[in-house]
Every structure is written in structure tokens, then in C-alpha cells.
């Protein structure tokens, strides 16, 4: 996964979140397993308190889950339904991995281990009382009974509203719409658990389904989701659905005061809890239960990924309180994700933006964790080689760690074949444009973990493929946002020949984009004059009012993102001065690990941790490359000289912000604040600070609200000085 530029990665988690759960609680059509829609939460939830500044606060991180969908009335929860905490098995690559590194194998537990640390940390006790239960794969509903009777059932909904259900409900013949023995019931009491398609019905309507030539579901919390979703509750009572109890909500006139009274009153009343159910007391135990269920967990009616622990007592949960979407006395265990074997049929190879050469597993298809899995990228010879991956093998797959899936390791060859190499494959030339390719060896890793990897490119500046994803990028929204040219747009031009490099985009006369086909010879669909002109619109304002900072990130030069674009323009004035930058030519002969400020060229600026060595080197060969020369050469040509709004190299000396309270000065900030941090931030940009992402020793100040985490240990590390937020108040003059 790409993070070199963090904004633009979390923009796309969020907007790649918040589709899925469209499909998942408005259609119930989900694409993604549920494993996978947690590795891509946890890393929208990584990146943002990483980079908090680009940490939107409507964020789908901070929410439960999605919108209540139209067609059902809505409730509001009398208390909000809130999700939980996953603490993932580390897979056995993991563990040896950090072996190797370490020279000590934590247990694959290690997540639960450290929260029932935190447990007894906030609790200050050494023992604490838990339960262990299994999460079930369902969808969560919440029971409303008024007087022994069921009022109300509605789903989650986004955790604060959700649809009112009760018809639908009703049809789930273990849901009791009376309680039986209502005697010493509270007046209202809210039960809450799953509503989920047992496995052997599922597997049963699905067959009767595909007989009858109706479309099947991918798995029963599919088929669940999409049953509660239909209008006619008739036919949600034809759907095998059962309940099952896990959580007690509101409770009024009578008290249940422990877990135990719960299940108790369950029992009495006739509704059916979770179980098996542990209870363990000490860190011991609780591994002992988790290892248990997983060995149990096959049999159980409905599917399940995971352990839930929750601390008993009630008032050690309101000790521990909650974050925003989840409590903190309770978390999920997850256990691995399912591995399966298939044949890998055949390597093909992708050519990329930068046109780095990906090879790409085309596999059999086997279905992993819920949906069918034909490809798998290979990354580069150097992970085929290390794997000792060829076609022909049989390979594990999983889908765990990325969204895309992986290949584990080889567990049969078929032998006689001879070592992968890229050359040979591609027979030395790109598979898209039969330009040459080139060879090149990097170092990854850190110093006492450096490995070499070797990869190719494609190096013909010209390989449709490079110039497609380009265009792409050159048009984009963050970079010079052509309106009118979506990926569909661009590819076209690239494919009819109009477009060799971005720039051409300059040279199309209106009418040859106004005439278009964007369809094929036998049905065309013409781009017309209107989006024609739109897009010369668009160009002309990117000539005139676009700023170097984006011009250059839509330039699409390797290691350049959206944030190291602006800090170069910070840096510099215009491309000719970047071309030339003896900023970048110190910066470039930078060692690892030596400082900024003691280096001499470098001392009279202030660089932020955005464009180091890396940076530097990649822009300098870019401008020096042949291509690179091209872009500067058509520029002068047609007169674009797009200018830097944020020029200040030196910003405690010579820039428009001396003077100002906070000149010179840079802050974090981080935790629990009273308003949005791009609000805090904006006023301490307007009183001519800087705020950064990460701590470092160039860091002046760390704004540290409730919750601050690892940024206010490693501010403290450093000896970085520690704001409220009425200090920060008190420099930014009251
Ligand atoms: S207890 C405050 N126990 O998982 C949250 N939840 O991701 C306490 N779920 O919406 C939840 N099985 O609907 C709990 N045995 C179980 C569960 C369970 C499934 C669902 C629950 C919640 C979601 C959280």
C-alpha cells in the first residue's frame, strides 16, 4: 500500500469506506469480506492518528457504521449502539518476522495480551473479571420490550439511528413477542444480539434458489442483511432467520445489575443467549478461552471470526468509559483469516504510473474468506524469487493485511521449471508498448534489516500504459482538476494517439476533443462540443490560476506526493528554480540519519520531514532526465510558469509571516480537542506557524488534548514543550 502521500491515501480510504458501507447497510450487497473491511478501517484509523492534521471529523473512523437506509421509519437509540475494538491473531509470518528481528517470538495473542494490560492498568487491579464469548456473523438488532411486550426492533443503523424493523422481526419465530414470565421484568428493557441465517439453512435456500434461477447470496450475513432490508415482511418469512441475545441496553422501572442476572432473566423470559460462554479472572485464562473457541467455534450454528471479552462488572465498564465509536472495556478477537490452496496458472505483468513493470499471479479460482480470488500481485522478481513462486505451483492464498490478496508460499511445485526472470518472461521488452525495460536494485528495509529488491521498468516515457495513469494524475482533482477528463477521457486520448505526455492536453484543438469517440467504431458515443469546451475552460484556468505545488504534483514525478509537493513550493519560486535547486542538490548528498540543520548548505532553511533525501534525489533526476527537459522545454513554449503561493524557505527570517506570533514556529496536534483540528490549525497557520504531522526535534510545541498517545510520549522523549489548549490560546494572543 502507498502512503507516500498520506492525505491523498486517507481521502481515498474514507471515500473506499464509506462505499462499503453503502453496500453494505443501505444495499446489504456488500463486495468485501468483513475481515477485509477491518483492514481497511484499521488503516484509515493508523493513518490518522499519524497524520491528524488530514483527519476529516466526519471521518467513517469515527462512526459506527452507515446510514439508515429509506423505506423504514427511524428510531434514535435510547443509547447509542456503538462498535468494537478488533485485536487481530498476528498470522505465524509475523511472529517470525519480529523473531528474526528481536530474537523473541511474542505470543500470536499479543493484541489481547496488551488490552488486558490496559484493563488492568485503568482498572489498577490485577485480576479482572471477563467474559469470552463468540462474535457472531450477523447483523445487530436492537429489542425493545415495554411492559413484556416487544414495542420495537430496530437495526443499527449509523449507531445512533437506526430502521424500525418490528415487522420483519416478528417473523423470527425464537424472537418472543410476549414474555412469558413477565414477573420482576423491568418495565422497559432493551435486549440486543444478532440476527443471523443458520449455516445448513443458508447453504439449503441458496441450492433452492439456484433451482429456481434466482440469484444466490455470498455468505448468510448477506442474506440476512438482505432480508431485514425487504419491505415485505411475507417474504422475509419465508428467510430460515434466527436471534440470538449478547448485550442488555436500556433497562427502566427494575435493575440488572451483573451479566449473570441477565442471562438469568433471558433464560426466565425465553430468549435465547450467546454461548459457549467463559468467564476467566486472570490474562491466563483468557487465552485459554480464546484458544478453546477457536477450536470450537466450527460447530456453532452461525459463522464467527472471533472471541468478544467484556468486562463484567458494570461499573468497572463505566470506569473505562469509551472512545468515540467503541467502549473500552470490551474488544474482539479476531482469528486469522482464512488461508486455501489453488494452481497459479500464469504470471502476466502490469506497467504502472511510473512504469514500474508488476507482475501479477493469475490463479484459479478459489473462494477465501467469502469471495472468489483469481489474481494476487507478485510484487517484483525479487518476492517471486525469495518464494520460490513459478507457474505451474500450487501456492497459498490468503486476503489478510491488504485488500488485495496474497500469496503465502508455495506448498507443491511442479518442478523441472527454472527460476522466474523478468527478462526472459517479457523476452526484455515492456508487455504494453515493447519499449525496453531496465533492471534496478533498491535497498528496503532498515539498516539492520536491508534487503535488496530488484525490480523493472519500463523505461520508454511514451508506453501508453505510463502515459493513461499519467493523464490521470495530471487531471486529477488535488492536482490541476481538469474538469471533464475522467480516467475513461484520458485513456481514449491516449489510445487514439492525441496524447503522448500530459502536455499535449494543451495542444488539442476544441474541435478534435469536441469530435471524441469515447465509444468504439460500431457504436460511438461522441465526447461533444459542450464537455469539449469545458475542458479547454479548465485548462486555461489551470495556466492561469494553478499554483506551482500543484503543477508539479500533477507532474507525477516518483516520490512526489501531494504534501512534498507543497513543501518544494515552499522551497522554491517556480520549476526553473526547482530544476536548479542547490536545496535539493545538498539535501540529495544527505546520509541517512544526519541532521538538516547541521549540514551547512542546508542550515539557513527550514525543511520539514516531507522532502528528504529520497525527494530530492528523484525531483533533481527527473528535471535532468529526458523527459524531465521535454516538460521544462514545453512550459517555456506555451508559456506556462506556474508560480509557488506558499514561498518561504526561511520562514523565521524573510517571509511574509515574520512578525506574525507564531513565526517560525512549528506544532503537532494531537488527542481529544474542543473544536476540529483544522480549525486549531488554521489559526496558528494565520498567526504564521507551521503544524506538522510528526514529532521531531525540529518541533516547537505539541498541542496535546485528552487521549494523547504515542505523540505526547515521543514529545516528552524529546523534550518537545507541551501545550493545553488555553496556552495555545495565550500565544495565539488570547
Ligand atoms: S457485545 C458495545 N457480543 O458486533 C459493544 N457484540 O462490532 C458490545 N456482535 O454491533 C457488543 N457478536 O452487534 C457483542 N457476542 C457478541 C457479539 C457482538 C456480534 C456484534 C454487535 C456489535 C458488533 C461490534
Not at 523534550?719 to 493545553?724: A, P, R, T, Y
Request: aromatic share 6%.
Amino acid at each position: 500500500m502507498s502512503s507516500d502521500d498520506p492525505q491523498a491515501e486517507i481521502a481515498r480510504l474514507s471515500a473506499e469506506i464509506e462505499r462499503h458501507n453503502r453496500l453494505y447497510y443501505d444495499q446489504a450487497e456488500p463486495e468485501i469480506s468483513d475481515a477485509e473491511y477491518d483492514v481497511l478501517f484499521r488503516q484509515l484509523e493508523a493513518l490518522e492518528s499519524e497524520y491528524p492534521l488530514f483527519a476529516d471529523p466526519n471521518s467513517p473512523a469515527r462512526r459506527v457504521g452507515g446510514r439508515p437506509s429509506e423505506g423504514f421509519v427511524q428510531v434514535t437509540h435510547p443509547i447509542p449502539m456503538l462498535s468494537i475494538d478488533d485485536l487481530f491473531e498476528l498470522p505465524t509470518e509475523e511472529l517470525d518476522r519480529i523473531e528474526a528481528k528481536t530474537g523473541e517470538r511474542p505470543p500470536k495473542e499479543q493484541e489481547l495480551v496488551d488490552f488486558y494490560h490496559r484493563l488492568q492498568k485503568g482498572l489498577g487491579a490485577d485480576s479482572i473479571p471477563v467474559t469470552i464469548e463468540p462474535k457472531i456473523d450477523g447483523v445487530a438488532v436492537s429489542l425493545v420490550y415495554r411492559g413484556g411486550r416487544l414495542e420495537y426492533a430496530a437495526t443499527r443503523g449509523d449507531g445512533t439511528r437506526g430502521d424500525v424493523i418490528t415487522a420483519n422481526v416478528r417473523t423470527i419465530k425464537s424472537i418472543p413477542l410476549n414474555l412469558t414470565d413477565s414477573a420482576g421484568v423491568p418495565e422497559t428493557l432493551e435486549v440486543r444480539g444478532e440476527i443471523f441465517m443458520p449455516g445448513e439453512a443458508f447453504a439449503k435456500m441458496n441450492e433452492e434458489r439456484d433451482e429456481a434461477g434466482l440469484p444466490t447470496f455470498a455468505n448468510p450475513r448477506n442474506a440476512t442483511a438482505g432480508a431485514l432490508k425487504m419491505l415485505d415482511s411475507r417474504e422475509v418469512a419465508t428467510r430460515p432467520l434466527d436471534f440470538i441475545a449478547h448485550g442488555l441496553g436500556l433497562v427502566e422501572g427494575g435493575e440488572i445489575a451483573t451479566i449473570t442476572e441477565f442471562h438469568a432473566l433471558l433464560d426466565r423470559v425465553g430468549i435465547r443467549k450467546n454461548e459457549p460462554l467463559w468467564r476467566a479472572g486472570t490474562l491466563e485464562e483468557v487465552l485459554e478461552a480464546v484458544r478453546r473457541l477457536d477450536r470450537e467455534r466450527h460447530t456453532l450454528p452461525y459463522g464467527t471470526d472471533g472471541a468478544v471479552i467484556k468486562v463484567i462488572d458494570r461499573d468497572a465498564q463505566q470506569q473505562l468509559g469509551f472512545t468515540s465509536r467503541a467502549p473500552r472495556w470490551a474488544a474482539a478477537y479476531k482469528y486469522p483469516p482464512e488461508q486455501k490452496e489453488t494452481i497459479l496458472i500464469d504470471i502476466t505483468v502490469q506497467v504502472g504510473r511510473t512504469g514500474k513493470l508488476t507482475p501479477v499471479a493469475e490463479l484459479a479460482p478459489v473462494l477465501v474468506s467469502g469471495t472468489t480470488v483469481r489474481r494476487a500481485t507478485l510484487h517484483n522478481e525479487s518476492f517471486i524469487l525469495e518464494k520460490g513462486i513459478g507457474i505451474g505451483d500450487t501456492v497459498l492464498v490468503q486476503k489478510a493485511g491488504e485488500i488485495i490478496p496474497e500469496i503465502i508460499k508455495v506448498v507443491a511445485t511442479k518442478g523441472g521449471r527454472t527460476d522466474f526472470s523478468m527478462h526472459a518472461h517479457l523476452g526484455g521488452v515492456c508487455p504494453v508498448c515493447s519499449g525496453p525495460i531496465e533492471r534496478r536494485e533498491t535497498v528496503s528495509g532498515t539498516k539492520s534489516d536491508a534487503r535488496t529488491v530488484v525490480t523493472h521498468f519500463c523505461v520508454n516515457f511514451e508506453c501508453p500504459a505510463q502515459v493513461a495513469s499519467r493523464m490521470r494524475q495530471f487531471v486529477s482533482r488535488k492536482a490541476l482538476d481538469i474538469e471533464g477528463i475522467g480516467s475513461t477521457v484520458a485513456e481514449k486520448l491516449v489510445e487514439r494517439g492525441l496524447i503522448r505526455s500530459p502536455l499535449d492536453l494543451f495542444e488539442i484543438p476544441e474541435s478534435t476533443l469536441a469530435s471524441l469517440n469515447l465509444g468504439t467504431g460500431d457504436s460511438p458515443r461522441i465526447f461533444g462540443e459542450k464537455n469539449a469546451a469545458k475542458i479547454v475552460q479548465a485548462r486555461e484556468r489551470a495556466v492561469k490560476e494553478m499554483p506551482l505545488a500543484r503543477w508539479l504534483f500533477a507532474m507525477g514525478i516518483s516520490q512526489v506526493g501531494e504534501s512534498s509537493a507543497r513543501e518544494l513550493s515552499r522551497l522554491h519560486r517556480n520549476f526553473r528554480e526547482l530544476s536548479q535547486s542547490p536545496v535539493l542538490a545538498g539535501l540529495r548528498t544527505l546520509k541517512t540519519g544526519e541532521s538538516k540543520e547541521k549540514n551547512v548548505f542546508l542550515a539557513p532553511y527550514q525543511i520539514a520531514s516531507e522532502v528528504g533525501p529520497i525527494v530530492a534525489a528523484s525531483v533533481l533526476d527527473f528535471f535532468q532526465s529526458p523527459a524531465g527537459v521535454a516538460v521544462l522545454r514545453r512550459l517555456a513554449e506555451f508559456g506556462i510558469d506556474p508560480q509557488s503561493d506558499n514561498y518561504a524557505p526561511n520562514p523565521s527570517e524573510d517571509s511574509a509571516d515574520a512578525g506574525k506570533p507564531l513565526a517560525g514556529k512549528t506544532f503537532v496536534i494531537t488527542g481529544t480537542l474542543s473544536e476540529p483540528r483544522d480549525d486549531i490549525a488554521s489559526r496558528i497557520h494565520a498567526a504564521g506557524g507551521k503544524v506538522s504531522g510528526s514529532v521531531s526535534k525540529n518541533t516547537h510545541y505539541l498541542l496535546a488534548g485528552e487521549n494523547a498517545g504515542s505523540k505526547l510520549d515521543k514529545a516528552n522523549a524529546l523534550g518537545v514543550k507541551i501545550l493545553s489548549e488555553d496556552e495555545l490560546s495565550t500565544l495565539l494572543g488570547g
